[in-house]
């Protein structure tokens, strides 16, 4: 796969979850006239997308030729199993068998040689730590 297609690591990590849960993976290339056809025949099931913020998330609306194709999701569906599955990982919740979480040491920086920006993001980084530290326990 190429194009718009980043092989990030919430797609990498969809497509082992679903590898573990049995899910028939295949990775091609589709058309939006491929999914306006499973559209009209019944076989479109779900449509998602992943990414870094995004995790995973519904597409609930595909347009193609001036036919709009309204697709609802399921009760347990794949999407929301997945975006569980990811979340839970995320937050310590469930452990982390293929080692995908870097674990972020804390250090102690002389501040005064960083610039604001740089101080303002360390910020974060030690909030978010703080707050994941919390979470674990």
């Given amino acids: 796969l ?13 497509l082992e979850i679903a590898s573990e849960w049995w899910v028939n993976v295949e990775e091609r290339l589709i058309t939006i006239a491929d999914r306006s056809n499973a559209f009209d025949n019944g076989t479109l099931k779900e449509v ?55 674990k972020i040491e804390h250090h102690n920086f002389d501040r005064s040689k960083l610039r604001k920006d740089s101080i303002d993001d360390l910020k974060f980084v030690q909030d978010v730590i703080e707050v994941k530290s919390r979470l674990a326990h």
């Fill in 2 to 14: 190429d194009c718009s297609i980043w092989h990030g690591i919430t797609r990498k990590t969809s």
């Fill in 48 to 102: 998602f997308g992943s990414g870094t913020a995004a995790v995973i998330s519904q597409v609930g609306e595909l347009s193609y030729k001036g036919k709009n194709m309204i697709i609802i999701e399921q009760p347990n569906s794949l999407r929301s199993r997945l975006f569980d599955a990811i979340s839970n990982i995320q937050h310590g919740i469930e452990s982390d068998n293929f080692n995908r979480l870097t």
